[in-house]
T-cell receptor, first 113, second 116 residues
């Protein structure tokens, strides 16, 4: 196990609703990233937080937003849910630096109906 | 733009045989390459990385990967496959130009099936 925990593990929401996913980083890690993994695809980068500030963003609309807290835990918020938002959402924590590996949580499976 | 490609959707091998899962990359500058494995309904587990140095990188669970700059490849290998190696394997490259502290760009994944 990586020490990165995500909650909840599964979630069903209705189109148009809002959702908050949570992630607890591995001890000692100061960077958290969120990825969306659609069925049959590789993970796609949503955004990254470092020292409680967004530090890079992938090709996702503003209704995807996040927070990082002083204890390095993090939230992913998605507003106005769409059917295509159904996916596995993965949180990854790491030390800052390009040569460090990221450690992933088990993911939150979001289904939008 | 930086990218990785995994040309095989699925690889089938017999237990005890060597396995190779292929990955090619396209980057500007030096590549930072990673392999991850994903078991059903689980997150990704780190296997190994290439940053610099020896072209043969050893990782977890007996896996290794060979970095080949001239062929822009980073193939994952294991000398003797186990049934328990059956999973989804992802190759990834660090995005050095995306403005973050280097997020990962993943391939589409290769499903490895090891039969007894």
């Amino acid at each position: 196990e990586t020490g990165v925990t995500q909650s909840p593990t599964h979630l069903i929401k209705t189109r148009g609703q809002q959702v908050t996913l949570r992630c607890s980083s591995q001890s000692g890690h100061n960077t958290v990233s969120w990825y969306q993994q659609a069925l049959g695809q590789g993970p796609q980068f949503i955004f990254q937080y470092y020292r409680e500030e967004e530090n890079g963003r992938g090709n996702f609309p503003p209704r995807f937003s996040g927070l990082q807290f002083p204890n390095y835990s993090s939230e992913l918020n998605v507003n106005a849910l769409e059917l295509d938002d159904s996916a596995l959402y993965l949180c990854a924590s790491s030390q800052v630096g390009v040569n460090t590996e990221a450690f992933f949580g088990q993911g939150t499976r979001l289904t939008v109906v | 733009a930086q990218s990785v490609a995994q040309p095989e959707d699925q690889v089938n091998v017999a237990e005890g045989n060597p396995l190779t899962v292929k990955c090619t990359y396209s980057v500007s500058g030096n590549p930072y390459l990673f392999w991850y494995v994903q078991y059903p309904n689980r997150g990704l587990q780190f296997l190994l990385k290439y940053i610099t140095g020896d072209n043969l990188v050893k990782g977890s669970y007996g896996f290794e990967a060979e970095f080949n700059k001239s062929q822009t490849s980073f193939h994952l290998k294991k000398p003797s496959a186990l049934v328990s190696d059956s999973a989804l394997y992802f190759c990834a490259v660090r995005d050095m130009w995306g403005g973050s502290q280097g997020n990962l760009i993943f391939g589409k994944g290769t499903k490895l099936s090891v039969k007894p």
